[in-house]
Each structure stands twice: as structure tokens, then as C-alpha cells.
């Protein structure tokens, strides 16, 4: 056993390979190109450090994390931030701590009825009508994914969508309702994602960088405004096009009913599901509340929830339970990540690439039919090459920079980059659309057979609800 694990260690693939190489040669070209009057020499380097990143990120060469603090190191020993603590800056943020406090609400969910229990509640409204079964479900998966992580969510609804499936005899690859089900648990959790601060870690890191350029901080109430519209009618959308797409054959309710005594068994409130509903209540209250009351900003409030799980007599889980639940890989990758952007900001590279994309011509449209573009083009960007948190740390700054000169709140152009880069519904590579692409109840190219009406009117409505919001009502 342990010489099968060693040997898996020491697997490289070619691919990974091939990124090692491409960061190498990527740092070694930019260290050695000297800078000028528009930008520096470690303006040029830090430029290189990230897509030296990028390239490893896409490779699978590491562990996003470990890439991450590779790239530290490496602003660190090229000079291109002299400081050790400034090199790493980014574990240091609020943003950073936001992003491990806040899988408190995974645990919550997951270390608890509660989630199940929701299930339960709307697949008995649907009953045995399939389309309103598959828009319950949907619905439960996109309001769970506004307060854990899509995957997290994904994996909650696979927990009772695949044994549903068994139960009514359903052949996978054959099966519309099938379809429909895996389909729409993935459209669901990544459309509930960015309903809320806390629901994706792109939502936690646009944040960052924003309040890196800016000083803004992460507005709850304003957040929500803009994400929950969009999030219910695209989930709303979503459903339509897949039940149109897919027509989901009948159930009965003898199946619904065997469903619910097979896997919906909750049995009475403990009193452990009542401290987890507390702190599920209670911590997004301390967070709306945080946009009156200084003291209960965002990462304060995480941490206090996380801390409380442990406290005598909560007890709601163990340390070990938690570390299996968060993610540590992404608490290094998010603190890579934001020391990158950091020393970009720092060392010009930010300005100048703001300037490239002012001097585009992007300046002599209309703004709502620019921030179109933008949005179209980021949507197919995502698609052909999902490195969202990439895509996030080049193309924000540039953004945020063109709202500024435009008189545009700078929140818009970081939600509608999170939002519509946090998944595509064209192609199942993001992680929680191949979470249910690998269950092969559906083929790669039916997701573009019931996405691509989803697609566009997703970018439509997300770009012009900001619009409306950030212009014409001046939220």
C-alpha cells in the first residue's frame, strides 16, 4: 500500500512536464527583459511570475497551493518584492482568513440534518410531476450553494439524485430525466454560487482584489442585490431550457414515496442539528449587519463561526472533521494568488496593462455596450480555458481601472467577472460540472444541447442587471 502510494508520488506526466518547463523558460525570458520608462523591470518580472503561474495551474505541474507559494518565493528571490513580507502579503489579508472561516458553513451543512431535511421539503412539493421534481431539486441545490462551495453543493444533491434514479429504474446515457437531474444539479450550484459573498471562493477573491485597488470592503446587502436576481432567474432559465432540451419521462408517486423512506430517513431535531441552525442563522444576520457594524465584518464574523464549532458545548465537530471539510490547498492558493496581484499593483504592472486595455478603444463605445463585450468575451474565455482565479487576477485590475475613469462603481465589473466566469454551461470542465459529467448520465456535448439558450441569456441579464443597478438606480 504504501510503495502504491509512493509510486503514484512519483507519477509526472508529460503535461505536467510541459508547464514546468513553460513557468521556467516564462521567468527566465522576463527576468532578463530590462524595463523602460513605461514599465519596470520588476513590473515585467512580476508579469512573468503569474503567467509562469498560469502555466502550472493549467498543467496540473502542482497543487494550485504549492504553485502558489512557489510564486511567492519567487517575487521574493528575484528582488521583484525585497521583502519577505511583503512577497507573501497575501497570507496576511482578511481575504485570505475569509475564504478558511467561511467553510464553517460546509461544516454546518454537512456536520448536520439540515441540508438533507431542506431536500426533503421540496422534493415533496414537486411529488411526482418529474419537471417540478427536477426544478425542486435544482432550487435546493442553488440555495445550498449560496452559503458552501458548488462542489460541496454538487456533492450534497448527488447524495439523493443518484439513488432517486436507481429507484425509478432510470438507464444511464438513455434517460432525460437522468439528464436533466446531473445537469441541473451542476447548472444550479454554479448559478447559486455567486448569490452571496461566502457561496464561491472567485466571489472571495474578486472581493480582495477589489479591496486591494480600491479599499473597498465586501458589502453583504450589496452583494446580494445584485447576486440573488441573477442567480433565480438564470436557475429559473436553466430549468426551462433543460425540461425543453431533455423532457424527463414520468414518475410515480410509489417511487417518491420509497425515495423518502430509503434516503430521507431524518427523524427528529437533535439538539446538534439546533446549534448548527443557530450559527446557519445567525452568521449571515452578524453579516448583514456588518454593513452598519464595523465590528462584524466579514472575515470577523467567519472566524467566530469557525471558532465557535470548537467551543465546549458546541461541539460540532472535530479538528480533524474540519481539515477534511476545508481546504488548505486553496487557503495557499488564495494567498498566492493575491501576493501576485499585490505586487503587481506595487510594482506598475497593473497601471500598464490598464492602459493597454483604456487604449483598446473600449473608450469610444457606450459603456453598457462595452461592459457586453466584456462580458461575452469572458464567457467564451472561461470556456475554452477554465482557469477562472487566473482569468480573475489579469483582468480585474484593467476593469476596475476602466469603471473608475467611466464613473462606474468598481463593483460591477468584479461581480459580473466572478459571475460569469465562475462556470460555463457549454462544456462540463469546471470541477462542478465534471463532477456530474463523470457519473456518464450525460454525453459532453449534450451540456451545450442544454445550456447554450442558458448561455446567452445568463451574460445578457447578469451585464444588464449590473447596468441598471450601478447607473440607473445608483446602488
Partial sequence: MVEAI?????????????????????????????????????????????FSAVFMWFCGTMSTGVVGLCACLALFVSGTVP?????????????????LGVYCMTALMQMSSLGTRITKRFILMAGADS????????????????VMTDTGAVALSLSFVLPLLGIVGAVKGKSNLGKCLLLGVS???????????????????????????????????KWIAYGVPVSVVSIATAWFCLVKAFPPEPITQEKIDELMENQFKTGKFTAHDYKCLVLVIGLPVLWVLGNWVPIFN??????????????????????????????????????????????????????????????????????LASFIIVGIVLYLLHTVCPISPAWVTILLPPLITYAVTVGVDPFVPTFMLVSIIAGS?????????????????YTFGETAKGGWILSIVFVVFDVLWCYALAVLIGL
Avoid at 506526466?13 to 513605461?38: M, S
Avoid at 419537471?131 to 449560496?146: D, E, K, P, Q, Y
Avoid at 448569490?195 to 470592503?217: K, R, Y
Wanted: net charge negative.
Fill in 6 to 50: 509512493k509510486e503514484k508520488a512519483r507519477a509526472f506526466t508529460p503535461k505536467q512536464l510541459v508547464g514546468l518547463i513553460l513557468a521556467i523558460v516564462c521567468f527566465a525570458v522576463t527576468y532578463n527583459i530590462p524595463g523602460n520608462e513605461v514599465l519596470s523591470h520588476e513590473g515585467i518580472t512580476a508579469i512573468g511570475v503569474l
Fill in 425 to 441: 454551461y457549454l462544456v462540463p470542465l469546471c470541477p462542478a460540472m465534471n463532477m456530474t459529467y463523470d457519473t456518464g448520465w
Fill in 83 to 99: 521583502e519577505f513580507g511583503k512577497a507573501f502579503s497575501g497570507y496576511t489579508t482578511t481575504t485570505t482568513w475569509f475564504i
Fill in 298 to 367: 466579514s472575515t470577523s464574523v467567519a472566524l467566530l463561526g469557525m471558532i465557535l464549532m470548537f467551543v465546549p458545548g458546541m461541539n460540532i465537530c472535530s479538528w480533524k472533521d474540519f481539515e477534511s471539510m476545508a481546504s488548505w490547498n486553496l487557503f495557499l492558493f488564495f494567498g498566492g494568488i493575491l501576493s501576485i496581484g499585490a505586487a503587481i499593483q506595487s510594482t506598475g504592472a497593473a497601471a500598464y496593462i490598464a492602459d493597454l486595455f483604456l487604449n483598446s478603444g473600449i473608450m469610444n463605445i457606450p459603456v
Fill in 131 to 146: 419537471s417540478r421534481l427536477v426544478l425542486a431539486i435544482m432550487a435546493v441545490t442553488g440555495l445550498v450553494s449560496f
Fill in 187 to 221: 447548472f444550479a450550484a454554479l448559478l447559486g454560487g455567486f448569490a452571496t459573498p461566502i457561496g464561491h471562493s472567485l466571489n472571495v477573491l474578486g472581493a480582495g482584489l477589489l479591496t486591494s485597488a480600491t479599499g473597498e470592503e465586501i458589502n453583504f446587502l
